[in-house]
């Protein structure tokens, strides 16, 4: 029974995900002020919506000719509701990417939460990916900072072996004086 019941409350939150989507994704019309150098000019229509891939919001005015602005959603801080109908979308760093009006208060409520929800799930599935990735990177500077270790292991005793010889070689030779010295050069390995 528990199993049942767990597996109706994942369904239902699976299709209203998928309606908050359809709903996002056919988009509504705001109206967005129209600024040029800083002073404003006006209002404009403007149709925004969600991309089909659920991973970017778009918006462009309405009956123009201009292309589609693009909004990233993992790029998005919040969404946030500002007066009467206001709704700005906020980016991580603090900048206001879009300030719109919304028609009526119950679409603006609406569009706020269903972006927020979205922006949420596109945030933490881009936390999922970079812990995956990260997890990846460790494994990988770990491994490599061992083979570092074994190599430098590896070349020191060989600089030590190295060394071992040549005071060996030149015990043989310590206390003969100037003779064998030309003879202990000319024998050396390397040369």
Same mark, same amino acid.
């Not at 933490?124 to 190599?151: H, P």
């Given at each position: ?18 309606? =908050? ?7 509504? &019309?705001?109206? =967005? #002020?129209? +600024? *040029? ?11 925004? #919506? ?5 991973? +970017? ?13 693009? *909004? ?5 801080? /919040? *969404? ?10 906020? /980016?991580?760093?603090? !900048?206001?990417?879009?300030?719109? $009006?919304?028609?009526?208060?119950? *679409?603006?409520?609406?569009?706020? +939460? ?19 990735? /990260?997890? /990846? ?12 270790? +074994? ?10 072996? =190295?060394?071992? $010889?040549? !005071? ?10 100037? #003779? &064998? ?6 024998? =050396?390995?390397?040369?």
């Amino acid at each position: 029974m528990g199993n049942q019941l767990n597996c109706f409350t994942q369904c239902q939150a699976r299709q209203e995900g998928m309606q =908050r989507l359809l709903m996002l994704q056919k988009g509504a &019309y705001f109206k =967005r #002020k129209k +600024t *040029i150098l800083g002073l404003q000019t006006g209002t404009e229509r403007v149709h925004m #919506k969600l991309d089909e891939d659920g991973h +970017t919001l778009l918006w462009k005015p309405h009956d123009s000719i201009k292309t589609t602005t693009k *909004i990233e959603l993992h790029m998005v801080s /919040s *969404i946030q509701a500002h007066g009467e109908v206001g709704l700005t979308v906020m /980016s991580r760093k603090g !900048d206001v990417l879009l300030d719109v $009006e919304a028609d009526s208060r119950e *679409i603006r409520d609406m569009w706020v +939460t269903h972006l927020q929800l979205v922006c949420e799930d596109s945030n933490m599935s881009d936390e999922t990916e970079e812990e995956v990735q /990260s997890g /990846s990177k460790f494994r990988k500077v770990v491994e490599d900072r061992a083979k570092r270790q +074994t190599y430098w292991a590896k070349r020191t005793q060989e600089l030590e072996q =190295r060394k071992k $010889e040549a !005071d060996e070689r030149k015990k043989k030779f310590a206390g003969v004086g100037m #003779k &064998y010295t030309a003879f202990a050069m000319s024998n =050396r390995p390397g040369s």
